[in-house]
């Protein structure tokens, strides 16, 4: 029927890290690699999964913070690291998740719009997209200057007005609070 939640969505929105892409050694491995560089002993990976999703910059403020050592200089330090290493091989440690090639595909046969919505920074989103996933995906948007990440709602919206669709008609699939909220 063609009554509220019944209708078939027009669109799905999803997130990139924990949802579309098990990502999570990637981000512990490049995050560890930026702490020995400036002197901090690694992170376990597993204690990664409560420092990320709001973003890289917060993130590295959280690695920072679990040694009491977050300012300004060693800051800019591990960011310019971990940026200089994560974007020479985005792809290092991270793949679909199983079944998701099969999702994408199937979505996109029913004639369903798909985006991907990411605090990850956008030139490496459109990069992991690209190479996993090709062109399936109507819009891929990361985190971009002057747009607030997750959990403002600013980068979805844009891709709901760019595709002309209503919020209604749309799915938002994530893994995390941030995407909830």
């Known amino acids: 029927g063609e009554k509220g939640n019944n209708r078939m969505k027009k669109l799905c929105i999803f997130d990139l890290d924990g949802t579309l892409v098990n990502s999570l050694e990637t981000i512990a491995y490049y995050g560890n690699l930026a702490l020995d560089k400036v002197g901090f002993p690694a992170i376990e990976t597993e204690k990664y999964r409560y420092f990320v999703g709001d973003g890289k910059k ?32 985005t792809m290092y440690l991270t793949d679909a998740y199983d079944g998701i090639r099969e999702l ?6 029913k004639g ?15 990069n992991i997209i ?3 996933f090709g062109d399936k995906f109507d819009i891929v948007m990361g985190q971009c200057e002057g747009v607030a990440v ?10 709901v007005k760019e595709l002309g669709v209503s919020v209604e008609d749309c799915l938002f699939i994530g893994d995390t609070n941030v995407d909830i909220r």
């Open 58 to 89: 917060t993130l590295l403020h959280r690695l920072l913070n679990y040694y009491n050592s977050d300012n300004e200089e060693i800051f800019a330090r591990i960011e310019k690291i971990y940026d200089e290493h994560y974007e020479a091989d």
């Open 150 to 159: 997750k959990p403002a709602p600013d980068s979805a919206i844009n891709i």
């Open 104 to 109: 994408i595909d199937e979505l996109k046969n």
């Open 130 to 132: 690209k190479i996993l």
């Open 112 to 126: 369903i719009l798909l985006a991907v919505c990411s605090n990850k920074p956008d030139n490496v989103v459109k």
